[in-house]
């Protein structure tokens, strides 16, 4: 399949622009080229990674474009495979008159991500490094993009590939004994053998358990400021954006829908939501404000329970805190710049509490960071140098690993044979193999690159 058939998609986004890229991989890729493409250096003459001047012309020798082009000859390009690229003018007419010009010289169109397979299958890519090239494309701030180009520059790659080794010399160890007990490869303690594999568990469980501020990063979060009205929600959405963005007057009520937009804390996208302030209402638009405010409080991954410090706690405040999760709601006491009036006891429950005023800005920095305490789980890291699992898909290869071994040491506790003992650690390297595509079923396969864009 990968072999005998030439592919071709454009590999910018759809619409208007100044420059658009079509891309060719397959074996006949420079042959193609060479039969619509017309300048001073002819295509078999190019030298490679090189861009060239010329036209494209159809078969009644019609302009359809002056264009530069260059070929990228196998192995060195990004599919392993001879790659072209025409650099058209970026009109989606001309876009399309580019295409069928290739279409006619005998390729067909990618399917969605299929430059990557080819890479991935001719060895350019281990499968995660695959899979960051979505995660760098969809990156949605800047230390999710760090951590795509991270595993795509093989950094996630290379640890896997160091437990994966750490793996196969136990198990050589025990197979030898296995395959050989008459000969002369000395005795094995199973204790002292033992030792290592559960050092490495724990260190796959870390690497696992990094997933919750991995999915941060890659996902983002939603973020629900919840509380009566007038106690300073939109006030504090505004402050958060460092923009009016959201209606704040003396009257309460004000907010009457649910008004996202957003934001990126600590190098963190997330999508902050401004609900209608909590009460009993016979107002007919605010009472279903207040309907939606409960839905979003029970999908959020985070409330911010805001309420007034200046006052005592009222019948609404406690109304809105039922319909709070204490394991993911951190208290904001707004007014902070007044004197506290506020019985603190009722709030002990939940996570964390924080004292700001939207008015001055006091107490802002801390709640940024708590925020990002308690959606990463207290692991946020520098964000330069901390290696993370932003994918489920390797988040549960490696509990499935670690399962494996937690399994090995029981049966080594039993004293089970040792060929069960083999059987365990090979269920661990498969699971391991999984993250980096060397034991990956096609059917996995397809659909992660089924969720990549056409053209890459």
Not at 120 to 138: M, T
Not at 315 to 322: Q, S
Not at 337 to 345: C, E, H, T, V
């Amino acid at each position: 399949m990968y072999t005998s058939e030439t592919i071709v998609a454009p590999a910018t986004p759809p619409g208007e622009g100044g420059v658009c890229i079509v891309r060719l991989s397959g074996p006949q890729a420079p042959l193609l080229l060479d039969k619509v493409f017309f300048g001073r250096t002819s295509v078999r003459d190019m030298t490679t990674h090189r861009l060239y001047h010329g036209r494209l012309q159809n078969r009644r020798s019609q302009l359809v474009d002056s264009v530069l082009a260059v070929v990228m000859r196998a192995p060195h390009s990004y599919t392993g495979e001879d790659v072209v690229e025409v650099h058209c003018h970026g009109s989606s007419q001309i876009l399309r008159n580019v295409l069928d010009l290739f279409l006619d010289a005998g390729a067909r169109m990618a399917e969605p991500g299929e430059f990557t397979r080819r890479a991935f299958l001719n060895g350019r890519l281990d499968l995660s490094q695959a899979e960051a090239v979505a995660e760098v494309i969809r990156a949605r701030s800047e230390r999710a993009g760090r951590a795509a180009l991270s595993q795509l520059d093989g950094h996630l790659s290379r640890q896997i590939y160091e437990f994966t080794r750490r793996l196969k010399e136990p198990l050589a160890l025990l197979e030898a004994h296995i395959d050989f007990p008459d000969d002369d490869v000395g005795s094995l303690d199973l204790g002292d053998w033992l030792r290592p594999l559960e050092a490495l568990g724990r260190e796959m469980r870390a690497l696992a358990d990094s997933f919750d501020m991995g999915r941060v990063l890659r996902e983002g979060v939603s973020l629900l400021i919840l509380g009566r009205p007038n106690v300073g929600k939109s006030s504090l959405m505004n402050a958060l954006l460092g923009e009016s963005r959201a209606i704040v007057t003396e009257v309460a009520g004000t907010t009457r829908d649910t008004l996202e937009e957003s934001i990126v804390v600590a190098g963190f996208p997330l999508r902050l939501v401004d609900a209608a302030g909590v009460r009993d209402t016979a107002d007919p638009v605010e009472r279903e404000g207040v309907r939606r405010a409960r839905e979003k409080a029970e999908s959020a991954d985070l409330v911010l329970l805001v309420v007034d410090g200046s006052q005592p706690l009222a019948e609404e405040d406690f109304l809105a805190m039922g319909l709070c999760r204490p394991g993911s709601t951190l208290v904001v006491v707004n007014k902070s710049d007044l004197p506290l009036r506020l019985d603190p006891a009722p709030l002990a429950p939940f996570f964390a509490r924080v004292e700001v005023s939207t008015r001055t800005g006091q107490g802002l920095e801390q709640l940024r960071s708590s925020i990002v305490e308690l959606l990463t789980g207290g692991h946020a890291g520098s964000g330069e140098e901390d290696l993370v699992v932003t994918d489920r898909r390797h988040r549960d290869a490696l509990v499935r690993t670690v399962e494996a071994l937690d399994r090995l040491a029981v049966a080594v506790g039993g004293q089970a044979p040792l060929e069960c003992l083999s059987l365990e650690l090979r269920d661990a390297l498969d699971a391991l193999g999984q993250i980096t595509g060397e034991t990956t079923p096609d059917e996995i396969l397809d659909q992660i690159f089924s969720r990549f864009c056409i053209g890459k």
